[in-house]
C-alpha cells in the first residue's frame, strides 16, 4: 500500500512537472509567435554577399538568406518589416527605414555605423594603394568614429526608441575581417590587415557604448567568425571581389547563417 501511494504520488508530481514544462513551452512559443519584429540597418543586415537577392528590393539587396529572414523563418513572428539597405548610413536609417516601428513593436535589429565611418573607402585605399596610405586611411576613420559617429548613432538610437517604445533592440557589430598569420599568401600586408582588424573592433567599441547607453544589447558577431576570417581557410567573408565589387568585405551566406544569425539569437 505505501509502494502505491508513494507510485501514485510521484506520478501526480512527474505529470505536473511535465505539464508545467509544457506549458511554459507553449507560452514561450506563443510569446516567440506575438513578436512584431522590424529588421533595420546596412548591407551586413540586408545580406549582400549571401546571393538570392529579393528583384523588389531594387539596389537595397535584401536577400532571403540574410539573418533577419532566417530568424523570422524559424520563428514565424506576428510580423515582420525588413528595410535594411546596402549602403545605408545613420541619416538613412532615420530617413527612410523607420516606417513599420510602431509602439506595437517588440523587437528591432540593427547593424549601422560602418559606412558613415567610411568602410568601403577604407578598404579600396587599401587595396589600391600603399601600406602607409591605407593605415592612415584607418587611422582617419577611427578619429570619424571618435569624433563624430556617437552623436550620429544617438541620433538613430533615439529615434527607433521613440517610435518603437517597448522594443527590444538588438545593436549587431561587424566582424574581424582577416585572420593574422593565415593562408593568404598575396594582397594586403599583414600590417595593413592588422590594421583593419583593430579598426573594425575600435568602431565595434563605439557601436556598443552608444547601444549601452541607450538601454540596448549589443551583440558581437566577433566570436562567430573567429575561425572563418579571410585567410582562414575556411572564410564567411568575401575577400575582394572583381566581378562583383559591392560584395567584398560582405558575409556568405555560411557567414549569415552561422556567424549572425546565432548571435542575433542569443540576443534576442
Not at 76 to 87: K, L, V
Not at 92 to 108: F, H
Not at 130 to 146: F, H, L, M, P, W
Request: hydrophobic share 40%.
Amino acid at each position: 500500500m505505501r509502494l502505491s501511494r508513494f507510485a501514485a504520488v510521484s506520478s501526480s508530481l512527474l505529470l505536473g512537472a511535465v505539464l508545467a514544462l509544457t506549458g511554459a513551452g507553449a507560452a514561450q512559443a506563443a510569446e516567440t509567435a506575438a513578436v512584431d519584429y522590424v529588421a533595420l540597418g546596412d548591407s551586413y543586415s540586408s545580406g549582400v554577399g549571401s546571393g538570392s537577392y529579393d528583384s523588389a528590393s531594387g539596389d537595397c539587396k535584401r536577400s532571403t538568406k540574410a539573418y533577419p529572414v532566417l530568424w523570422k523563418n524559424a520563428n514565424a513572428p506576428s510580423s515582420f518589416a525588413f528595410t535594411a539597405c546596402s549602403g545605408a548610413r545613420t541619416g538613412d536609417v532615420t530617413a527612410n527605414q523607420l516606417g513599420p516601428l510602431s509602439s506595437a513593436t517588440d523587437l528591432v535589429s540593427i547593424t549601422i555605423g560602418g559606412n558613415d565611418a567610411g568602410f568601403a573607402d577604407v578598404m579600396t585605399t587599401c587595396v589600391l594603394q600603399s601600406e602607409a596610405t591605407c593605415i592612415g586611411r584607418v587611422n582617419q576613420a577611427k578619429s570619424y568614429v571618435d569624433t563624430t559617429l556617437p552623436g550620429k548613432l544617438d541620433s538613430v538610437y533615439t529615434a527607433i526608441r521613440n517610435k518603437a517604445p517597448a522594443a527590444r533592440v538588438v545593436v549587431l557589430g561587424y566582424p574581424r575581417f582577416y585572420q593574422l598569420g593565415g593562408n593568404c599568401v598575396a594582397g594586403l600586408s599583414e600590417n595593413e590587415r592588422s590594421a583593419i582588424n583593430g579598426a573594425s573592433d575600435y568602431l565595434n567599441a563605439a557601436v556598443a557604448k552608444r547601444a549601452a547607453d541607450h538601454g540596448y544589447t549589443f551583440s558581437s558577431v566577433v566570436p562567430a567568425f573567429t575561425g572563418h576570417e579571410i585567410c582562414s581557410g575556411s572564410a564567411w567573408l568575401h575577400s575582394v571581389n572583381w566581378l562583383n565589387i559591392g560584395e567584398s568585405y560582405h558575409p556568405t551566406a555560411a557567414g549569415q547563417s552561422g556567424g549572425y544569425l546565432p548571435s542575433f539569437r542569443n540576443a534576442v
